[in-house]
């Protein structure tokens, strides 16, 4: 599979745990979105990277939430102490057309 | 702000009926449209986007800057065509994409 791929695709954990994910967009694609998706609503964005530069954060990215993509290649999305109002399916997208990855489903207990 | 609605959460049509899938915006400038497609237990997929001016799967959207709409179209539904549907939105000069609520299209045989 040549798309953007994304690791864990479910995560369960206790509020107050750290929790990262991972994703990986196709090779050459230099832009990379991160969304966050809860039941019956569409995908609202969270930050945006250009390589490896973030260039914008949404207003729902808390100081809780931190992103990364150290070489411009993979990114990684931690949230710390995690709350139940965290719990949604989390998109990665590479592209500006963009292209989704499967998503993260993070429930917290 | 920028607010892309769409006005049915659900909506059931015939095998062989014409289907309509509405999505409204408001936004002053000139933007960017796009229909997502998302099938049972799969990725958010890229249906079409304005400025291709494509048709898809038999699927066509005018953008009406007037009525400010972007209304997802097909004259004869097919059983496949069974979905949930987000029309998307990205504004001038910007990277982020703003989605609708999303629209669940079943198709009945």
């Known amino acids: 599979d040549t798309g953007v791929s994304q690791n864990p695709r479910h995560k369960i954990t206790k509020r107050g745990q750290n929790v990262t994910f991972r994703c990986d967009p196709i090779?050459?694609?230099?832009?990379l979105y991160w969304y966050r998706q809860t039941l019956g609503q569409g995908p609202e964005f969270l930050t945006y990277?250009?390589?490896?530069?973030?260039?914008?954060k949404s207003r729902l990215l808390s100081d809780r939430f931190s992103a990364e993509r150290p070489k411009g290649s993979f990114s990684t999305l931690e949230i710390q102490r995690t709350e139940q109002g965290d719990s949604a399916m989390y998109l990665c997208?590479?592209?500006?057309?963009?292209?989704f990855g499967p998503g993260t489903r993070l429930t917290v207990l | 702000a920028q607010r892309v609605t769409q006005p049915e959460k659900l909506l059931s049509v015939f095998k062989g009926a014409p289907v309509e899938l509405k999505c409204n915006y408001s936004?002053?400038?000139?933007?960017?449209l796009f229909w997502y497609v998302q099938y049972s237990r799969q990725r958010l997929q890229l249906l079409l986007r304005?400025?291709s001016r494509e048709s898809i799967k038999g699927f066509t959207a005018d953008l009406n800057k007037g009525e400010t709409s972007f209304h997802l179209k097909k004259p004869f539904a097919q059983e496949e065509d069974s979905a949930m549907y987000y029309c998307?939105?990205?504004?001038?000069?910007?990277?982020?994409?703003?989605f609708g609520q999303g629209t669940r299209l079943t198709i009945n045989p």
């Open positions: 997208a590479s592209n500006s057309e963009p292209y």
């Open positions: 090779s050459e694609h230099n832009r």
């Open positions: 990277f250009q390589n490896e530069a973030q260039l914008e």
């Open positions: 936004y002053s400038g000139s933007p960017e």
């Open positions: 304005h400025i």
């Open positions: 998307a939105l990205r504004f001038q000069g910007a990277q982020k994409l703003v």
